[in-house]
């Protein structure tokens, strides 16, 4: 089992930045891939980035790439998601997940294959 719970997110101006953490508990977080999604009010949750338990690849929307890092510290049991040059579309819940499958491909962008969820960040990007 593992419980992942995000913090970090909140209101900032067009253009400002924002770091999401993850904590995640239970021994073997460091099996697993970890992938952050977001949802805005309204629309389906759609993938923004994601990465293996080895950390030596890395995921990304177009939406977000250049101005997104995602990034894990298994000895913390933590992952991050560095946002940068936010922009108002960026606004949505973000939700940090887990997949202790052997992800390829298009699973990577599919919720689906993700076993565990956080509760959501909002964050919330002002023009």
């Known amino acids: 089992q593992v419980q992942l719970v995000e913090s970090g997110g909140g209101l900032v101006q067009a253009g400002g930045s924002l770091r999401l953490s993850c904590a995640a508990s239970?021994?073997?977080?460091?099996?697993?891939?970890v992938g952050w999604f977001r949802q805005a009010p309204g629309k389906e949750r759609d993938f923004v980035a994601a990465m293996p338990w080895s950390g030596d690849i890395t995921r990304y929307a177009d939406s977000v790439k250049g101005r997104f890092t995602i990034s894990r510290d298994n000895a913390k049991n933590t992952v991050y998601l560095q946002m940068n040059s936010l922009k108002p579309e960026d606004t949505a819940a973000y939700y940090c997940?887990?997949?202790?499958?052997?992800?390829?491909?298009?699973?990577?962008?599919?919720?689906?294959?993700?076993?565990?969820w956080g509760q959501g960040t909002q964050v919330t990007v002002s023009s």
């Open positions: 239970g021994r073997t977080f460091s099996s697993y891939a």
């Open positions: 997940a887990a997949s202790g499958r052997a992800l390829y491909g298009t699973t990577w962008y599919n919720s689906g294959y993700y076993d565990y």
